[in-house]
């Protein structure tokens, strides 16, 4: 309700819009989680949101992650790369970006590319949990599974609660042959 108030005191800002697109995001997610499948009544409030934020400010590099997310998830890969392109083209410098991308190109196949996106994002910020866990998936796939099972152990230090975590481990054990291990 917050980010409606201010949206309804000030309809200009992007933040705002950008604020409850986030908001919508979480819920989607939450309820994808439920459901197993991502078709949520959250999912065209948080669309719209997140193109009403870029069209205030096109350079709101946090909108155009969302939509970049959004874009994933309804499976249109090309337009997630490109809005996590012009995020990095926005600013180099921002971690979630190259992550995005990374996780986008892991999906397809390429994982050389997605291992250089999230060392970038672990170079801008080492405390970025998420980049930890996207490079062990890539390192995974190109059979790196030590220097993965290294990747997750610093992730399990930064949340030791993530079940991704967990399930991420016991891919790489069962890659391995480690079936024990994977159980």
């Known amino acids: 309700t917050y ?3 201010a949206i309804e005191r000030h309809r200009g800002r992007a933040d705002a819009y950008y604020m409850r697109a986030e ?5 989607a ?9 991502w078709t949520s009544e959250w999912h065209k409030p948080c669309t719209l949101d997140a193109e009403r934020a870029i069209r205030l400010d096109k350079k709101n590099v946090e909108a155009l992650c969302i939509r970049s997310r959004l874009h994933s998830f309804t499976g249109n ?4 790369l490109s809005d996590c392109e012009k995020v990095i083209g926005l600013n180099p410098r ?7 991308r990374g996780i986008i190109r892991c999906m397809r196949e390429d994982h050389r590319g997605s291992l250089r996106d999230c060392t970038k994002a672990i170079e801008l910020n080492p405390l970025y949990l998420w980049a930890y866990t996207n490079r062990a ?12 099972l290294e990747d ?3 992730a399990e230090q930064l949340d030791a609660t993530l079940s991704t975590v967990k399930i991420c481990r016991a891919q790489v054990f069962y ?3 480690a079936l024990d291990r994977s159980l």
């Not at 997610?29 to 499948?37: I, K, V």
């Not at 890969?77 to 997630?80: I, K, N, P, S």
């Not at 921002?94 to 995005?100: D, H």
């Open 29 to 37: 997610q939450e309820e994808t989680l439920r459901s197993g499948s």
């Open 152 to 154: 997750l152990t610093r």
């Open 77 to 80: 890969d090309d337009a997630a």
């Open 175 to 177: 890659d391995q042959g």
């Open 137 to 148: 998936r890539a390192l995974r796939k190109l059979g790196q599974f030590k220097s993965a």
């Open 94 to 100: 921002f971690a979630r970006a190259y992550v995005l």
């Open 23 to 27: 908001a919508y995001y979480q819920k």
């Open 3 to 5: 980010a409606g108030e």
